[in-house]
């Protein structure tokens, strides 16, 4: 039990900085999409690769927050991934 209130006490820690984040007019984040993309990873790296979990955190929050890069800061709209162009696309 004890170890659910910890986790239940860093995912509420998580939610608030992300809430304060908004407040401040920053990007938002959605909770989800930051632990698929870093705390995923890096749970992963630390269960089988523990030696590389400083190198790869960066990144990973890196590559994270490169995609939360407004578009255009004009009208503030967040860069959509897109799909690979086909062979012979321009």
Do not use: N, W
């Amino acid at each position: 039990m004890c170890g659910q209130r910890a986790m239940l006490k860093r995912t509420d820690s998580v939610r608030a900085m992300f809430e304060r984040a908004a407040a401040r007019g920053e990007l938002s984040v959605d909770m989800i999409s930051y632990f698929e993309a870093v705390v995923g990873p890096l749970y992963g790296y630390a269960l089988m690769l523990p030696g590389l979990v400083r190198q790869r955190a960066p990144v990973l929050v890196e590559a994270f927050l490169a995609r939360l890069e407004p578009a255009t800061a004009a009208h503030g709209e967040r860069d959509e991934p897109r799909p690979p162009s086909a062979p012979g696309d321009s």
